[in-house]
């Protein structure tokens, strides 16, 4: 990437888009911690969380404490069921699944698939696991919330009602979003659009919040 950059403000979507090779994915990268800057820094609010300096077990903390990430695969764990996806989140920062059931019942059904808490990936459509992914994202009521291609697996139809369910869900939440996507066409709901080509990013007029 040369020279980005760019801010999100708490509760809007920014959609990011971009020709493949453009640089987009690199920037997810780095504001998610996976990939340290050569120069700059990552904010969240005032809080520097990234430099070029930062440790592994350091990003790992700073991401699983304050970024949500959804991913273009759900990345699901085939023996979890959709409720059991949102607690293994407690789990993994070392609380009881238990102590986010309630948080991850309200998620699935704001997503929409609160009947389906009970099913495993396997027994969910492409669709409804997505929407699983994006629950499980929020579980932690992270700061930020990253996503990359929510509507490539899904049809025009689909993939609108999922980037309107981010954005919503961005409000609701406070949560920061940056949100990659290649159809324009869907994201009629984002707050702002931004484009990136040849690892920079064009002229945005919007700033204050999370900078890479």
Do not use: C, W
């Amino acid at each position: 990437m040369d020279d980005v950059d760019l801010a999100v403000p708490a509760g809007t979507t920014t959609a990011l888009r971009g020709p493949s090779g453009a640089g987009k994915s690199s920037l997810l990268a780095v504001a998610a911690g996976l990939t340290n800057p050569t120069h700059g820094e990552v904010r969240i609010g005032a809080d520097v969380v990234f430099t070029h300096t930062s440790t592994v077990a350091a990003a790992t903390r700073a991401r699983l404490d304050r970024i949500g990430m959804v991913f273009q695969s759900p990345q699901l764990l085939g023996s979890l069921t959709a409720l059991e996806q949102l607690e293994l989140h407690a789990h993994l920062r070392g609380r009881r699944p238990g102590s986010v059931r309630v948080r991850a019942l309200e998620l699935l059904d704001a997503v929409g698939v609160a009947d389906h808490a009970g099913k495993r990936p396997a027994q969910l459509s492409g669709g409804q696991r997505q929407r699983v992914a994006i629950a499980r994202a929020l579980v932690g009521r992270p700061e930020v919330l990253l996503v990359d291609e929510p509507p490539s697996a899904l049809d025009h139809a689909r993939g609108t009602r999922v980037v309107e369910l981010i954005t919503g869900l961005a409000r609701d939440t406070g949560a920061a979003t940056l949100l990659v996507s290649h159809d324009a066409a869907t994201l009629a709901t984002v707050d702002a659009t931004v484009r990136m080509l040849d690892a920079r990013l064009e002229p945005v007029s919007d700033a204050a919040g999370a900078r890479a």
